[in-house]
């Protein structure tokens, strides 16, 4: 990159990938299989994963989860610190506050808190919390001799 061209977001998530591979024990160095490595852990092609650390493309949408697991990082972090997201805009999930006026979060709005996005991984999570509100109200109902007044 010359002095005039300015670092285009596809260079710096390039440049940030790379070195979060390396630290997460891909051997990204001349010779080694890290790019194939990171290649298999996230779908892509091994050229495609060229094209993404010399700066020259950005992943589709739908692979930014697959790259920042693979480089043990959250995708929010991820797309923030090379300027795809607004740093403003994120929460970190450790410090949102999950309840509101004491009602629990919706199954939904747990999901988003945790980062799961894909629609498949959705559809089974979403169910399997709703049952288990379902299950938490019955025993809450069961332990408090049925005076207990439901909630969620």
Do not use: C, W
Not at 44 to 61: K, Q
Not at 107 to 135: F, H, K
Request: aromatic share 2%; no cysteine.
């Amino acid at each position: 990159m010359n002095a005039a061209q300015p670092e285009t977001a596809a260079m710096k998530f390039g440049r940030l990938v790379e070195q979060l591979a390396d630290e997460a024990g891909y051997d990204m160095g001349r010779g080694g299989n890290g790019r194939a490595k990171l290649a298999e852990a996230t779908g892509m092609s091994v050229s495609a994963i060229g094209r993404m650390l010399r700066g020259e493309t950005l992943p589709g949408p739908h692979q930014y989860q697959h790259i920042a697991t693979a480089v043990n990082t959250s995708t929010n972090d991820l797309l923030i610190e090379v300027g795809i997201l607004p740093r403003e805009d994120h929460t970190d999930g450790a410090k949102v506050e999950v309840r509101s006026q004491n009602r629990p979060i919706s199954p939904e709005m747990a999901a988003d808190l945790l980062g799961v996005s894909e629609p498949t991984i959705r559809r089974m999570l979403i169910p399997s919390m709703e049952q288990a509100q379902r299950l938490q109200r019955d025993f809450d109902r069961r332990s408090s001799g049925g005076t207990a007044m439901a909630r969620g």
